[in-house]
C-alpha cells in the first residue's frame, strides 16, 4: 500500500523534473491526485466530497473546479469546491489546501481543524508540519507526506 504510494510520488516527481515550479493547474492535478490515496474515517458519512482551498484569491479555486469538472468523483462521492478568504472561515469541507506563500500561519490552520476530519495539503511549509506538504527541493517539485499527523487525525493511506 505504502509502496504504491511511494511509486506513485516517484513518478509525479520524474514527471516534474522539468518543472521547476507549481502552477495552479499542477496544483489542482497533484490536489486530487493525492486524495485518491487517502481514506477518511468518517468516510461513509461523506455526501459530497469538498476541496477547500485557503487563498483570498480565486485562480486555484477556478483550476480545482475545471479538474472536478473532468474527474467528477472522489471516492464515488461528488466533488464541490470552495474557497475560505481567513484561516477562522474553515468550516465542512475533507481536504483544504494552503500555500505558504499567501502568509497563512500554519499552526493557526492545525489548530483550526484538528479533530474535524480535514485533510489539509500545503505547499512550502517547514518539513514535517504539515499533512501533505508540496515542495521545491533542487529545482525539482517534490512532496512530504507526514503519515504520523495523518494517522494522528484518523486518516489511512490506502493502496
Known sequence: ????????????GLFAKSQQKFDDKSRAIFIFDIVKYITWANEASIDTFCVGVLDEKNSLEEELKKVAAIRLQVHKKPIKVIRFQSIESIDNCNTIFANNENGYDIDKILKRIKGKNILLATENYSFHKSMVNFIIVNNIQRYEINEPKLLEEGFKIYD
Open 1 to 12: 500500500m505504502k509502496l504504491l504510494l511511494v511509486i506513485f510520488l516517484l513518478f509525479v
